[in-house]
């Protein structure tokens, strides 16, 4: 039995490091509940994973219940003939923690209604001996070390957890995220600082951080990190330096996260002392089998590699007239033999469009390129498709991709860093968007088949698939740039791992493990962050049209004309007489067509297509009638300037919470939100006084004649 004590202050200054981690000891009341949790800890078993699980639940028990556990680690017994057994029994209540076969070796009778496989766990309330334990088991090492935080989470949570039995498998079983750091140590749309990997182009001495962020990941079930940009230098490949990147798998090995390389696909003639990088020359699969065979002797447990090729100037296959199919191929199959995986993305399109021809469509360009190629993958290439078409923009239909691939294993790219949705200095808290995403049905043979089911290949029967987060954490204590914008990494991995939690729980819960349970801060912030992503489009990219950003700059202010006559393909076709892309198969681009046909059926007619996606599919006049009653260029207007006044809410909402929260995180997230505040404002006058020059119409309410008196003068 545990004896209880208690009682940090909620008040004290927090830097955001430990996250979600926090393990704020509970008050009195709240931790009565555990008083009867054993009081020791057998660990059957020793490896590194094991080992954290055991650390992990004793440092938790004691930051938010008080006592030390007692840490009965396993001993291996004597051999019997060659096998090495972990057998022991425990002597008073315990928790215990081991695979089911190990479990199985002190509970021969153990027969759960159904066994965890893969990442899967159970959390089971046991007499052992005539001791009551609390069983942690999983098939893997791996899936205790997740079991051991989802019971943690429950007692931060203050959940009872006296009579626990829960069987948890996640929903796919590749959980990845994907750093975007340079081996300098910038990160590619990263606002968290610099990298914790890379400084100065070399792997850096002190990698602690990678540590605590290996933590984080395995905290939420993420199984696999790609650790460089995916605008990959070829030098990642060096055998000098992939000695230094085995440090970094070996502080991620003991949390079960398997590191990955973004790697070029030009490398056998940048790196090598070939002529070619030609996918089917024998030289050049011989170079990638050497390369692959170096990297596993160093790296036993290396999950694989990450492609982008023929994108947006990245070298590709299309240099030698191959197919997408053969450059991967030639890849995986020098990974196949250690396990490992290739992610293949189908962010492969031409980026020197002509605007002028309005069936060209970039939109179409994954579909139209990988869909022909369904099922010449060998079958350890996973293909990463991005939610939307175009590229994270705040709100874009899901990518027909997802339901045109049968014969081929996929996974979903999302991006937790804000790239276009406000770059961690606005708050946009992503996971009703991930969540609407996951869930979509794509109605793959007039069948459900939401995009989640799909991805974990559960549809097509797919050996292999996932979910993947672009995360690009930093240096900064905050991780991403902001103590709020951590929401959507925990976001990220609790989705990934069961896509039917829903965005409010899942907000409710981030908030109590990293602010603590006051009801006032929970409902605070949980409403806010709730809101924030609609606010954000309402502002920045409403009705589907995209996000109205400096695409060619920043993708951060205001710039709606950078999207035109370029040949970058993020058009909105805005003109004096109406806005849009016209995708439709009668008239447009055809974009329509890729998908499923009850799904292709709801976005070809207005009458049916949803007002939030309108522009995304349609071209339509400014005075077009929304379902909701008003114009499309009324709905701007009123729009902009609700999102304006929402965000300006923001501050007065955060202004609640003050002497709630530390003073640390208070300051820096009022600071942020008055900045919103005004950048909303910014976005308000700059797209209204665009959009009413273009169209020439007036906002019903007046509210523009302010505006384009002050402009005018
Ligand atoms: C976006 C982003 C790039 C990134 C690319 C990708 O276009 O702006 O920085 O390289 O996506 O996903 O490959």
């Not at 660990?43 to 219940?65: C, F, I, N, R």
């Not at 051999?79 to 070796?105: I, M, W, Y």
């Not at 159904?114 to 899967?120: A, L, T, V, W």
């Not at 892309?581 to 055809?590: E, I, L």
Request: aromatic share 10%; glycine share 10%; proline share 5%.
């Amino acid at each position: 039995m545990v004896a209880i004590s208690s009682g940090a202050s909620p008040l004290a200054a927090e830097t955001g490091d430990d996250a979600w981690l926090g393990y704020t000891a509970l008050d009195k009341e709240q931790a009565s509940i555990y008083e009867n949790l054993p009081s020791s800890v057998l660990t059957m078993g020793d490896s590194p994973v094991l080992k954290s699980a055991q650390q992990e639940l004793a440092a938790g028990v004691k930051k938010m219940l008080g006592p030390t556990l007692h840490l009965d680690a396993d001993v291996a017994q004597p051999s019997v003939g060659s096998q090495a057994r972990h057998v022991r029994n425990p002597v008073g209540d315990s928790f215990v923690l081991g695979t089911l076969s190990e479990l199985k070796t002190i509970v021969p009778k153990l027969k759960p209604a159904r066994e965890p496989s893969g990442d899967g766990y159970w959390l089971k309330v046991l007499r052992i001996n005539g001791h009551k334990c609390l069983v942690i088991t999983a098939a893997t090492d791996r899936g205790v070390l997740y079991g051991v935080f989802a019971l943690l989470r429950k007692i931060a949570l203050g959940e009872d957890i006296s009579a626990v039995d829960e069987m948890q498998q996640p929903s796919a079983p590749l959980r990845w995220v994907d750093q975007w750091d340079n081996l300098d140590g910038r990160i590619e749309r990263g606002y968290g600082g610099p990298s914790i990997y890379f400084a100065d182009g070399k792997v850096r001495d002190d990698l602690g951080r990678a540590a605590e962020y290996a933590r984080l990941l395995a905290s939420i079930g993420v199984n696999g990190c790609a650790i460089n940009n995916v605008n990959a230098d070829p030098h990642i490949l060096d055998d000098a330096f992939i000695t230094s990147v085995s440090r970094i798998a070996n502080v991620f090995r003991p949390w079960g996260v398997q590191i990955a390389l973004a790697v070029d696909l030009s490398s056998p003639k940048t790196l090598g002392d070939l002529d070619t990088f030609d996918p089917i020359d024998q030289r050049v699969a011989a170079w990638w089998q050497k390369k692959v065979d170096t990297i596993y002797r160093e790296i036993p447990d290396f999950g694989g590699f990450v492609m982008k090729a023929d994108s947006e100037g990245r070298a590709g296959p299309s240099a030698y007239g191959r197919t997408q199919a053969d450059a991967a191929n030639v890849i995986a199959r020098a990974l196949k033999p250690h396990g490992g995986v290739l992610f293949y993305r189908a962010f492969v399109y031409n980026h020197h469009l002509d605007w002028r021809n309005l069936k060209n469509d970039r939109a179409k360009a994954a579909y139209d390129i990988f869909h022909p190629l369904d099922g010449s993958f060998d079958d350890n290439v996973i293909i990463q498709i991005k939610n939307g078409p175009i590229d994270f923009q705040v709100r874009e239909p899901v990518s027909p991709l997802l339901a045109g691939l049968p014969h081929t294993n996929e996974a979903v790219e999302l991006q937790i860093t804000q790239e276009y949705t406000g770059q961690q200095r606005q708050l946009c808290f992503l996971v009703p968007m991930w969540a609407e995403v996951l869930n979509f049905d794509m109605r793959v043979n007039g069948n459900p088949s939401t995009v989640a089911d799909l991805v974990a290949g559960r549809v097509f029967h797919r050996p292999a698939g996932g979910v993947v987060g672009v995360a690009n954490v930093g240096m900064d204590p905050t991780w991403l740039g902001n103590s709020l914008a951590l929401a959507n990494l925990y976001g990220f991995g609790r989705l990934a791992w069961n896509p039917t939690l829903s965005a409010e729980s899942i907000a409710n819960q981030w908030t109590r493990l990293t602010f603590g349970s006051d009801p006032l801060i929970v409902q605070t912030i949980t409403k806010l962050q709730l809101s924030s992503w609609t606010v954000y489009e309402s502002y920045t990219g409403p009705l589907g049209v995209g996000t109205l950003t400096n695409i060619t700059g920043n993708h951060y202010d205001p710039g709606p004309e950078s999207s035109e006559r370029n040949g970058w393909g993020q058009w909105h076709r805005a003109d004096h007489e109406g806005i849009g892309m016209d995708r439709t198969v009668a008239t447009g681009t055809g974009f329509i067509g890729q998908y499923p046909p009850d799904v292709a059926k709801i976005y070809e007619s207005l009458a049916t297509c949803p007002d939030n996606l309108l522009l995304f599919f349609h071209h339509v006049s400014y005075t077009h009638m929304l379902h909701s009653g008003i114009t499309v260029i009324q709905y701007f207007y009123d729009s902009h300037y609700d999102g304006a006044e929402r965000a300006h809410d923001f501050v007065s909402q955060w202004m609640e919470l003050r002497g709630h929260v530390d003073q640390q995180r208070y300051s820096e997230i009022l600071a942020m939100l008055n900045y919103q505040a005004g950048e909303a404002i910014v976005w308000r006058d700059t797209i209204c006084q665009w959009i009413y020059e273009l169209s020439g119409i007036p906002d019903q309410k007046g509210r523009m004649k302010a505006i384009s008196g002050d402009y005018l003068r």
